[in-house]
């Protein structure tokens, strides 16, 4: 299982997943931090799709002929998608959280920035990085404040800002995933989109849902950018059931029809 995070972030914000894809068993994890991110180099990109070139490569050297699943979050979900297609006869299922599909902010179609819960609990909790979270929470809460300071935070302010700066005037790929490869793409998948993500949105993920004829899609009421964080239990869920559909897939049964 290849990891994926997403623009100005770490691996780190994966790893709320860690605890389903353990119980899930089988999976050798591999979370990659993108270039840019924490500790990384950031002198050696400057555009998406350098990014998504680099990216596939060190997936390469680190499973060679392996068959893998792929999961990206947000920008890392663009970047997913392109290895998805890229290496398609390799890869045993793709998930996407709260993915970039139209890497252009202009060109998205989003909703309206919504907060639907404030928590003043929070405030004591965040104390200086409370204006950091408020950027993407719709729903606030304890919970996500503390999943905020330790998933989310440190990768924030450890991230290379010129290496940010230089592909975010670069932000595209050369093509389309699903436009460079038209070809339904049959194996297992998962878009989780948040219905308050005023970053993304998520009708530019459904849009491809023909492309994905074994997919499910779902779209989180109570969710912003951050779906996994604010809505943990759900995604669980919807991931656990993910990594059920690819080992049916491997064991060649479908449901017992």
């Known amino acids: 299982m290849v990891l994926l995070h997403g623009f100005g972030v770490d691996h780190r914000i994966l790893l ?3 605890a389903t894809l353990e119980h899930a068993g089988g999976w050798r994890r591999i979370y990659i931090d993108l270039p840019g991110a924490t500790g990384s ?6 555009s998406a799709q350098e990014i998504a070139t680099a990216t596939m490569a060190e997936v390469q050297s680190r499973v060679g002929a392996e068959p893998f699943a792929i999961l990206g979050n ?3 979900a663009m970047i997913a998608r392109y290895i998805a297609h890229e290496r398609r006869s390799q890869i045993l299922g793709l998930a996407t959280l709260a993915g970039v599909f139209v890497p252009e902010h202009g060109d998205r179609t989003v909703p309206a920035r919504a907060v639907l819960h404030q928590d003043p609990g929070v405030v004591p909790i965040l104390r200086d990085a409370l204006d950091d979270y408020r950027e993407m929470v719709v729903v606030e809460s304890p919970a996500s404040a503390h999943a905020f300071l330790e998933y989310v935070l440190p990768g924030v302010r450890g991230a290379h800002q010129s290496a940010l700066e230089r592909v975010a005037t670069n932000y595209t790929l050369t093509q389309h995933p699903e436009d460079a490869h038209p070809a339904p793409f049959l194996q297992p998948s998962l878009h989780v989109t948040g219905r308050q ?31 996994h964080l604010e809505q943990p239990e759900i995604c ?16 060649g049964t479908l449901y017992g029809l």
């Open 16 to 18: 709320p997943l860690e």
């Open 41 to 46: 180099p950031d002198d050696l990109v400057s």
């Open 74 to 76: 947000s920008f890392g």
């Open 197 to 227: 993500d005023h970053i993304v949105g998520y009708r530019d993920a459904w849009n491809r849902i023909e492309h994905y004829p074994r997919a499910t899609f779902v779209t989180l009421d109570g969710a912003g950018h951050n779906a």
């Open 236 to 251: 669980a869920v919807l991931v656990k059931d993910w990594l059920a559909r690819i080992r049916r897939s491997i064991e």
